[in-house]
């Protein structure tokens, strides 16, 4: 089966500029996960969605980060406007759903760079 | 609030060598834990999973890991490495809210494995 896919891989913006990512999940995937991994530190959640609903949002900058899941399968993470500190990897996971369903597949990753 | 160390941010090896990667994990129900690899600008790979069964699980690659509930220890081995294995490795502790319906991972800092030739 094809994996979880991301675009794109790189992204170079300067500071106050909005940037957007996409994922798409695995196919028959219910959860999908956002997370942000900043140089030398382990992947953190940014947020995560059952079907096309938000479960958990908690860690999410909301006053410059907004994401999406329309119809439940493609999901973007949008950023507007972007700081110096936004400067990170931003992983898409997915996990079939179900409390027998342990395993999140991870993408590529986009690799952002604020100036 | 669960939580994951890895000990040591930086381990070197020889090839052939053994390789153990620490991690200990705090939760406040039994977890799962788990073991991901990332190589240079890629995703994050699943090595190996506990999920309540076998203490001693075997993953791929040639690795494992123990689960020591006493210790809330879950150390990753390898009895001799190989110069693929340079990577970064994370520990990752999950669990369940009490609804079954929000289910996250929390993951450690990493440990970059470097295999000397």
């Known amino acids: 089966e094809a994996g979880v896919a991301q675009s794109p891989r790189y992204k170079i913006i300067e500071k106050r500029q909005s940037v957007a990512f996409w994922c798409n999940p695995i196919?028959?995937?219910?959860?999908l996960y956002w997370y942000q991994q900043i140089l030398g530190q382990g992947p953190k959640l940014l947020i995560q969605?059952?079907?096309?609903?938000?479960?958990?949002d908690s860690q999410l900058p909301k006053d410059r980060f907004s994401a999406e899941r329309l119809k439940g399968v493609d999901s973007t993470l949008k950023i507007q406007p972007a700081k110096l500190e936004d400067s990170a990897v931003y992983l898409c996971?997915?996990?079939?759903?179900?409390?027998?369903?342990?395993?999140?597949?991870f993408g590529p990753g986009t690799r952002l760079t604020v100036t | 609030a669960q939580s994951v160390t890895q000990l040591g941010s930086h381990v070197s090896v020889s090839e052939g060598a053994l390789v153990l990667l620490r991690c200990n994990y705090s939760s406040s129900v039994p977890p799962y834990l788990f073991w991901y690899v990332q190589y240079p600008n890629q995703g994050l790979q699943l090595l190996l999973k506990?999920?309540?069964?076998?203490?001693l699980v075997k993953g791929i690659n040639g690795f494992e890991a123990e689960f020591k509930k006493s210790e809330t220890s879950f150390h990753l081995t390898k009895p001799s490495a190989h110069m693929s294995d340079a990577a970064e490795y994370f520990c990752a502790v999950s669990e369940f809210d009490s609804g079954g319906s929000n289910y996250k991972l929390t993951f450690g800092k990493g440990t970059l494995l470097t295999v000397n030739p």
């Open positions: 996971a997915s996990r079939r759903g179900g409390r027998s369903s342990y395993e999140q597949y």
């Open positions: 969605f059952q079907n096309n609903g938000v479960v958990d």
């Open positions: 196919s028959g995937h219910a959860t």
């Open positions: 506990y999920t309540s069964a076998a203490t």
